[in-house]
C-alpha cells in the first residue's frame, strides 16, 4: 500500500480516536462483532402503551455518531468481514453437526441413521497444473514420457513438483486448448445437475427395494446437507452429508433395510446416470454435461479417521468462501470494469470473459451468465440443505439474539417490557455501509479482529 494512503489511514484512526462521540462510536463496533462493512441506517424506533397510546420509550439516530446506527453486515464471505464470516461459519457448523449427533431440537438418536459423506467433482475440461502428494512426496505435475506438444505448438508435460502456494495451480496447460465454455456451463448447470441427483437417488432408493418414490416417502426420507467449493481451476464441486431417516425425519428410525451399503450404492448409480443437457444457440451446440468420474464415499463415525466434528468443520469452511479465492473478483463485474486492468488470474479473466460473451445469446439468457460473472457462471446458493436434515441458521440466530437480550442489564440498554406486549412502531433508512481506512484500523485494534483480503473503502460514511 503507498505511503500516502498509509498515512490517510492513520490521520483517519486518530481523528475518530480524538472525536467526542468516540466512546459512543466504539460502543457501536463492539456490538456488531467488529464488523468490517457495518450497515448504516438512520431512523427511529418508538414504543407505546396499547391500550392507551402512552409514549414508554423512544430511540433515535440523531445523537448516534454521524447521525446512524451502525449494524453488523452478516456477510458470509471472509474476504469482505473475517467477524461477520466467522459467525456464519460457527453457525453452520452447529448446524451440519447436530444433524449428526443430535442436540439445537434435533434427537440424539439421529446418530445411529445410516449417513454418508459424499464429493462429487466436475469432469475435465482441459489438463492444468496440479499437485498431488503420495506416501508424503509430491508427484511431478503433468509428465509425459514422449513429451509431445497441443495444436498451439505448447508443451503437453509439467515435470515440475509445483509447492502448495505456487500461482499456477490450476492454471491450464495451454489457455487455447482448454474449453472455457464448457467450463462456464457446468457452473451454471451445476445447482440443476444436484437437483437431479437428488431425485434419481430417491427413484433408485424405492426401485431397490420394490416401491414407487411416493411409498417410499412413507417410510424413508433422504435428508442432505451440501456446500460448493471452487477448485483451483474455477470450477465448482460439491460436499454433502446424505443422511437416511424415518418418515418424519430425524425424529423416526428408518427401516431396517436402509443400511449404509445400500445407500453407498444408490448414491453410485444416481451419480454415475445423472446428466443435464446445456440449452442450444448459434453456433454453439447443446452439450450433455455430467459428474466427474471421481466420486468419493466416505463413511461418517463418531470415533474414526472421519468424525462428525471433522466433516462439521470441512463444511463449515467452504461456506464462507466462494469464487474470490481461486483468484477472481468478490463483486459482480461492472459495465465499466476493464478487465484487463482487474487484479485477477489470467485463467479468471478467460473465464469472466467467456461468461459475458455466453451471456449475450438470447438462448442462454436464463442462466444469467453476465451477471454471475464474477462467480465464474455458478449462481447457486453455496450452503444448502433439505428440510428435515436439522435445525436451521434463522433458528440459531434467534436463539443467539434472545440470549444476548437477557444477558444485558436494563443499564445498557435492555428495555423493561418485551417488544410483544406492546405497540412499536419504526422508520429505518438505508445511508451508506463500510467504514473509512482509519475506522478500520482502530475497529480491529478495538475488537481485537482481522482486516478482510480487500481493503475496506474510504469514505463510506453517512
Known amino acids: 500500500m503507498p505511503n500516502h494512503i498509509d498515512r490517510h489511514a492513520v490521520n483517519g484512526m486518530i481523528a475518530r480516536y480524538n472525536d467526542p462521540n468516540y466512546h459512543?462510536?466504539?460502543?457501536q463496533i463492539r456490538r456488531t462483532g467488529g464488523c468490517a462493512q457495518p450497515v448504516h441506517l438512520r431512523g427511529k424506533v418508538e414504543y407505546r402503551d396499547p391500550l392507551n397510546?402512552?409514549?414508554?420509550?423512544?430511540?433515535?439516530?440523531?445523537?448516534?455518531?454521524?447521525?446512524?446506527?451502525?449494524?453488523?453486515?452478516?456477510?458470509r464471505r471472509a474476504s469482505r468481514c473475517p467477524s461477520c464470516a466467522e459467525t456464519y461459519r460457527a453457525d453452520t457448523y452447529q448446524l451440519i453437526r447436530a444433524g449428526l449427533v443430535g442436540g439445537k431440537g434435533v434427537p440424539a438418536?439421529?446418530?445411529?441413521?445410516?449417513?454418508?459423506?459424499?464429493?462429487?467433482?466436475?469432469?475435465?475440461?482441459?489438463?492444468?497444473?496440479?499437485?498431488?502428494?503420495?506416501s508424503g512426496q509430491v508427484l511431478?505435475?503433468?509428465?509425459?514420457?514422449?513429451?509431445?506438444?497441443?495444436?498451439?505448438?505448447?508443451?503437453?508435460a509439467c515435470n515440475e513438483r509445483h509447492s502448495a502456494d505456487d500461482p499456477r495451480l490450476g492454471e491450464p496447460i495451454c489457455p487455447d486448448c482448454y474449453d472455457h465454455t464448457g467450463s462456464v456451463l457446468f457452473n451454471a448447470l451445476a445447482p440443476e445437475l444436484w437437483r437431479r441427483f437428488t431425485i434419481r437417488l430417491r427413484r433408485v432408493l424405492a426401485r431397490d427395494c420394490g416401491l414407487t418414490v411416493k411409498e417410499l416417502g412413507q417410510v424413508l426420507?433422504?435428508?442432505?446437507?451440501?456446500?460448493?467449493?471452487?477448485?483451483?481451476?474455477?470450477?465448482?464441486?460439491?460436499?454433502?452429508?446424505?443422511?437416511?431417516?424415518?418418515?418424519?425425519?430425524?425424529?423416526?428410525?428408518?427401516?431396517?433395510?436402509?443400511?449404509?451399503?445400500h445407500l453407498t450404492e444408490a448414491i453410485t448409480e444416481a451419480a454415475q446416470h445423472v446428466v443435464v443437457t446445456t440449452p442450444e444457440a448459434a453456433e454453439l451446440?447443446?452439450?450433455?454435461?455430467?459428474?466427474?468420474?471421481?466420486v468419493d464415499l466416505r463413511t461418517i463415525t463418531t470415533n474414526g479417521d472421519l468424525t462428525e466434528q471433522a466433516v462439521a468443520g470441512y463444511i463449515a469452511k467452504y461456506a464462507t468462501k466462494a469464487a474470490e479465492c481461486v483468484g477472481t473478483l468478490d463483486r459482480r463485474v461492472r459495465p465499466t470494469d476493464d478487465l484487463d486492468q482487474l487484479d485477477i488470474r489470467p485463467h479468471a479473466r478467460r473465464l469472466i470473459t467467456e461468461c459475458l460473451r455466453l451471456g449475450g445469446l438470447p438462448e442462454l439468457e436464463d442462466l444469467r451468465l453476465t451477471a454471475w460473472a464474477h462467480m465464474l457462471g455458478f449462481r447457486?446458493?453455496?450452503?444448502?440443505?433439505?428440510?428435515?436434515?436439522?435445525?436451521?441458521?434463522?433458528?440459531?440466530?434467534?436463539?443467539?439474539?434472545?440470549?444476548?437480550?437477557?444477558?444485558?442489564?436494563?443499564?445498557?440498554?435492555?428495555?423493561?417490557?418485551d417488544d410483544d406486549t406492546v405497540l412499536v412502531t419504526s422508520h429505518w433508512a438505508y445511508v451508506?455501509?463500510?467504514?473509512?481506512?482509519?475506522?478500520?484500523?482502530?475497529?480491529?485494534?478495538?475488537?481485537?479482529?482481522r482486516l478482510p483480503v480487500t481493503a475496506p473503502a474510504e469514505g463510506l460514511a453517512a
Open 221 to 261: 426420507k433422504v435428508s442432505f446437507a451440501k456446500v460448493a467449493e471452487y477448485q483451483r481451476r474455477g470450477i465448482v464441486h460439491f460436499h454433502a452429508i446424505i443422511r437416511l431417516d424415518g418418515p418424519d425425519g430425524p425424529t423416526t428410525t428408518p427401516p431396517a433395510w436402509a443400511t449404509l451399503t
Open 380 to 417: 447457486g446458493h453455496f450452503s444448502t440443505k433439505s428440510r428435515a436434515y436439522s435445525t436451521t441458521l434463522a433458528a440459531l440466530r434467534a436463539a443467539r439474539a434472545e440470549y444476548q437480550r437477557a444477558e444485558r442489564p436494563v443499564s445498557t440498554g435492555r428495555l423493561p417490557f
Open 109 to 134: 438418536e439421529v446418530a445411529e441413521h445410516p449417513a454418508i459423506f459424499l464429493t462429487l467433482t466436475a469432469p475435465s475440461f482441459g489438463a492444468v497444473h496440479s499437485r498431488c502428494e503420495k
Open 432 to 449: 451508506g455501509q463500510g467504514l473509512t481506512n482509519g475506522e478500520a484500523l482502530l475497529a480491529a485494534a478495538i475488537t481485537a479482529t
Open 140 to 156: 511431478r505435475c503433468r509428465p509425459r514420457r514422449k513429451g509431445g506438444t497441443c495444436q498451439h505448438g505448447r508443451p503437453l
Open 285 to 294: 451446440p447443446a452439450r450433455t454435461l455430467a459428474w466427474g468420474p471421481q
Open 53 to 75: 397510546g402512552t409514549l414508554l420509550h423512544r430511540y433515535t439516530t440523531t445523537n448516534e455518531p454521524g447521525g446512524v446506527l451502525r449494524l453488523a453486515c452478516k456477510t
Open 24 to 27: 459512543r462510536w466504539a460502543a
